[in-house]
Protein backbone atom coordinates (compact mmCIF):
# COMPACT_ATOMS: atom_id res chain seq x y z
CA UNK A 1 0.00 0.00 0.00
CA UNK A 2 0.86 3.31 -0.57
CA UNK A 3 2.65 5.47 2.62
CA UNK A 4 3.31 8.84 3.18
CA UNK A 5 7.52 9.29 4.69
CA UNK A 6 7.34 11.92 7.79
CA UNK A 7 9.07 14.65 5.09
CA UNK A 8 6.11 13.85 2.90
CA UNK A 9 3.68 14.21 5.48
CA UNK A 10 5.74 17.90 6.42
CA UNK A 11 5.69 19.19 2.56
CA UNK A 12 1.47 18.60 2.67
CA UNK A 13 0.97 20.35 5.75
CA UNK A 14 3.12 23.00 4.36
CA UNK A 15 1.40 23.49 1.07
CA UNK A 16 -2.07 23.24 2.79
CA UNK A 17 -0.73 25.96 4.73
CA UNK A 18 0.42 28.60 2.07
CA UNK A 19 -2.54 27.95 0.61
CA UNK A 20 -4.65 29.13 3.41
CA UNK A 21 -2.61 32.43 4.26
CA UNK A 22 -2.53 32.87 0.52
CA UNK A 23 -6.34 33.23 0.32
CA UNK A 24 -6.00 35.43 3.61
CA UNK A 25 -3.66 37.71 2.35
CA UNK A 26 -5.41 38.11 -1.39
CA UNK A 27 -8.48 39.39 0.45
CA UNK A 28 -6.65 41.88 2.69
CA UNK A 29 -4.98 43.00 0.05
CA UNK A 30 -8.75 43.52 -1.75
CA UNK A 31 -9.46 45.47 1.09
CA UNK A 32 -6.02 47.67 0.95
CA UNK A 33 -6.37 48.47 -2.26
CA UNK A 34 -10.03 49.62 -1.78
CA UNK A 35 -9.61 51.12 1.30
CA UNK A 36 -11.88 49.47 3.06
CA UNK A 37 -15.55 48.47 2.32
CA UNK A 38 -18.68 50.57 1.24
CA UNK A 39 -20.68 51.70 4.08
CA UNK A 40 -24.00 53.71 3.63
CA UNK A 41 -25.33 55.75 6.77
CA UNK A 42 -28.26 58.00 7.67
CA UNK A 43 -28.31 60.40 9.97
CA UNK A 44 -30.95 62.91 11.76
CA UNK A 45 -28.54 66.55 11.75
CA UNK A 46 -29.71 69.79 13.35
CA UNK A 47 -29.69 72.65 10.96
CA UNK A 48 -27.35 75.40 11.51
CA UNK A 49 -28.39 78.94 10.28
CA UNK A 50 -25.06 80.57 9.19
CA UNK A 51 -24.02 84.36 7.85
CA UNK A 52 -27.37 86.23 8.61
CA UNK A 53 -26.34 89.74 8.36
CA UNK A 54 -26.77 91.93 11.31
CA UNK A 55 -29.67 93.56 10.13
CA UNK A 56 -31.67 91.11 9.85
CA UNK A 57 -33.22 88.23 12.26
CA UNK A 58 -34.55 84.71 11.84
CA UNK A 59 -38.48 84.38 12.62
CA UNK A 60 -39.27 80.86 11.53
CA UNK A 61 -37.62 78.13 9.33
CA UNK A 62 -39.42 75.30 7.59
CA UNK A 63 -37.87 72.65 8.78
CA UNK A 64 -35.36 72.40 12.25
CA UNK A 65 -33.68 68.86 10.90
CA UNK A 66 -32.82 67.34 8.08
CA UNK A 67 -32.02 63.39 6.97
CA UNK A 68 -28.90 63.17 5.56
CA UNK A 69 -27.37 60.12 3.24
CA UNK A 70 -24.26 59.60 2.62
CA UNK A 71 -21.84 56.58 1.62
CA UNK A 72 -18.64 56.47 2.83
CA UNK A 73 -15.46 54.07 2.46
CA UNK A 74 -13.09 53.71 5.49
CA UNK A 75 -11.30 50.57 6.55
CA UNK A 76 -10.27 51.71 9.88
CA UNK A 77 -12.96 53.98 10.98
CA UNK A 78 -16.73 55.01 11.47
CA UNK A 79 -18.32 58.77 10.38
CA UNK A 80 -20.32 59.60 13.24
CA UNK A 81 -23.22 61.94 13.86
CA UNK A 82 -20.69 64.42 15.73
CA UNK A 83 -18.39 64.57 11.77
CA UNK A 84 -21.54 66.05 10.03
CA UNK A 85 -22.70 69.65 9.95
CA UNK A 86 -26.02 70.70 7.98
CA UNK A 87 -26.78 74.12 7.95
CA UNK A 88 -28.10 77.21 5.53
CA UNK A 89 -26.20 80.08 4.07
CA UNK A 90 -28.22 83.23 4.71
CA UNK A 91 -25.57 85.59 3.12
CA UNK A 92 -27.80 86.90 0.72
CA UNK A 93 -31.12 87.01 2.17
CA UNK A 94 -34.37 89.77 1.88
CA UNK A 95 -36.40 89.93 4.35
CA UNK A 96 -39.91 87.65 4.15
CA UNK A 97 -39.89 84.35 2.59
CA UNK A 98 -36.79 82.24 0.94
CA UNK A 99 -35.72 79.47 -0.28
CA UNK A 100 -32.50 78.02 0.56
CA UNK A 101 -30.44 74.99 -0.32
CA UNK A 102 -29.34 72.41 2.70
CA UNK A 103 -25.97 72.50 2.52
CA UNK A 104 -23.89 69.38 4.33
CA UNK A 105 -19.94 69.39 5.55
CA UNK A 106 -18.71 66.01 5.35
CA UNK A 107 -15.38 64.38 5.67
CA UNK A 108 -12.99 63.63 3.11
CA UNK A 109 -13.94 60.32 2.69
CA UNK A 110 -17.73 60.46 3.01
CA UNK A 111 -19.64 61.28 -0.31
CA UNK A 112 -23.04 62.59 -0.03
CA UNK A 113 -26.03 60.68 -1.47
CA UNK A 114 -28.94 62.72 -0.57
CA UNK A 115 -30.72 65.35 1.80
CA UNK A 116 -34.18 64.78 2.36
CA UNK A 117 -35.35 67.61 2.21
CA UNK A 118 -33.30 69.02 0.26
CA UNK A 119 -34.14 72.73 0.66
CA UNK A 120 -35.68 74.96 3.37
CA UNK A 121 -38.12 77.75 3.56
CA UNK A 122 -36.72 80.48 5.57
CA UNK A 123 -38.59 83.91 6.71
CA UNK A 124 -36.55 86.36 7.71
CA UNK A 125 -37.37 89.97 9.20
CA UNK A 126 -35.40 93.35 9.64
CA UNK A 127 -34.12 93.86 13.33
CA UNK A 128 -36.34 97.06 14.80
CA UNK A 129 -33.97 99.50 16.19
Known amino acids: ?52 PEEYQLESMSVERAVVRIDYVSYFSKI ?11 RNVDPGDNMKIIEVELPSSARLLGVDPGYILVKVTAKEN
Request: aromatic share 12%; hydrophobic share 50%.
Open 1 to 52: MFSLTENQKKLILAFFIAVLLWGYASNQTANVLNYGEEQAASFLLDIEVRNL
Open 80 to 90: NRSDLNAYVDL
